[in-house]
């Protein structure tokens, strides 16, 4: 912990990412500010840094309540926060591109839910372009979205290239180990 009459930027920029690293967005996004707040009153050279962080938690923690509604089946409360992430990541010089391809891939999944096919597919468009690491995801959700729109040649075939990925990607994992059964 730090004591809260600190004077110190970096103790407040190190705390802060530190709480971001175990999730505590929320307490993350305070000690930022107070880090940005410190940076701006000193006319320190870390204010641009620090608001790049500050952007990042807020994004983190926007995508962590999109995932909380989504699990909740609030799909439009989920859309949102992850339309909030996405924003903030347009902010962010040296954004993961992996996390927002999970972004879009997640509202993809919100889009799918609320019935609105075509936007559904142009977001898993999107996580695919942007990361391989969520290619396998993505061919399930195209999958779903193909069954949904009673496109059954499509959505074989999602399937199966989602199968063979399975035999490549990660084997053990549970739910993947689940479409190896024949």
């Known amino acids: 912990a730090i004591n809260r009459d600190s004077k110190d930027i970096l103790s407040?920029?190190?705390?802060?990412?530190?709480?971001?690293?175990?999730?505590?967005h929320?307490?993350?996004?305070?000690?930022?500010?107070r880090a940005l707040e410190l940076a701006i009153k000193e006319k320190s050279g870390l204010v641009d840094e620090i608001e790049i962080e500050i952007n990042k938690a807020k994004a983190d923690f926007a995508t962590q309540k999109g995932?909380?509604?989504?699990?909740?089946?609030?799909f439009e409360a989920a859309l949102e926060k992850y339309?909030?992430?996405?924003?903030?990541?347009?902010?962010?010089?040296?954004k993961d591109d992996d996390k927002v391809a999970e972004i879009h891939r997640m509202k993809g999944n919100c889009?799918?839910?609320?019935?609105?096919?075509?936007?559904?597919?142009?977001?898993?468009?999107?996580?695919s372009s942007l990361s391989t690491d969520t290619e396998l995801q993505v061919f399930l959700?195209?999958?779903c979205y193909y069954l949904e729109v009673r496109d059954?040649?499509?959505?074989?075939i999602c399937f199966s290239e989602g199968k063979e990925r399975c035999n490549?990607?990660?084997?053990?994992d549970v739910w993947l180990g689940e479409l190896n059964t024949n």
Do not use: M
């Open 12 to 24: 407040w920029d190190v705390y802060g990412l530190c709480l971001t690293g175990v999730e505590r």
């Open 26 to 33: 929320k307490e993350a996004i305070i000690a930022l500010e």
């Open 67 to 74: 995932d909380k509604y989504f699990e909740e089946k609030k």
């Open 83 to 94: 339309n909030q992430a996405l924003d903030l990541n347009l902010e962010i010089i040296d």
């Open 111 to 127: 889009l799918l839910e609320l019935k609105l096919h075509n936007e559904a597919l142009k977001e898993f468009d999107e996580a």
């Open 141 to 143: 959700n195209l999958g």
């Open 152 to 156: 059954y040649e499509n959505a074989s």
């Open 168 to 172: 490549t990607v990660n084997p053990d």
